[in-house]
T-cell receptor
């Protein structure tokens, strides 16, 4: 059974610091990886996706993927109080052009302290 | 980004009744949509994959006769919870793929179902 594991937290980070969120996945066949942000009572909002090993940067966010270790991470630089939310890691079977449902982790609750 | 809407956003119903939830892709065509369910403090769990013009594919443990899915057009998928019971109370979220671009899923705002 495909599983995605995350530390539920809460992870508390001071404003302006770097927040580091981690995720592992069980299915080596997974090809696509996503980070979503979810505020309480709301649906997930896509932050980034990554398909290839290495780093991918988008503004204050950097996603890192290591397929050998089955490990995905998200770094948030210059953390802001508005970044406080639950961050969901998800894995999919296709990297472009495919269509399958995602396997989600339970999420990490991030708190940015002013 | 692509916009997905859901209706209603919140519904309260009596046990035994049926509830229909609509999911629409507003500015793109979605041949594939997904239905997820999220219980409090739990993650999203995939319920089924909805393909336009064909039968939905259900995940293991999801009753297809209880959760009826119809994807009659390229912009609309519906989920009907039949004979709802209190244990069906949950947050139901649909997503859609922008076909031909990537398999990135865009989520609707979700529907909060409460069964009394």
């Amino acid at each position: 059974q495909k599983e995605v594991e995350q530390n539920s937290g809460p992870l508390s980070v001071p404003e302006g610091a770097i927040a580091s969120l981690n995720c592992t996945y069980s299915d080596r066949g997974s090809q696509s990886f996503f980070w979503y942000r979810q505020y309480s009572g709301k649906s997930p909002e896509l932050i980034m996706f990554i398909y290839s090993n290495g780093d991918k940067e988008d503004g204050r966010f950097t996603a890192q993927l290591n397929k050998a270790s089955q490990y995905v991470s998200l770094l948030i630089r210059d953390s802001q109080p508005s970044d406080s939310a639950t961050y969901l890691c998800a894995a999919g079977m296709y990297s472009g052009g495919g269509a399958d449902g995602l396997t989600f982790g339970k999420g990490t609750h991030l708190i940015i302290q002013p | 980004g692509a916009v997905v809407s859901q209706h209603p956003s919140r519904v309260i119903c009596k046990s035994g009744t049926s509830v229909k939830i609509e999911c629409r892709s507003l500015d793109f065509q979605a041949t594939t949509m997904f239905w997820y369910r999220q219980f409090p403090k739990q993650s999203l769990m995939l319920m089924a994959t909805s393909n336009e013009g064909s039968k939905a594919t259900y995940e293991q443990g999801v009753e297809k006769d209880k959760f009826l899915i119809n994807h009659a057009s390229l912009t609309l998928s519906t989920l009907t919870v039949t004979s709802a019971h209190p244990e069906d109370s949950s947050f139901y979220i649909c997503s859609a793929i922008v076909q031909g671009a990537s398999d990135t899923q865009y989520f609707g705002p979700g529907t909060r179902l409460t069964v009394l």
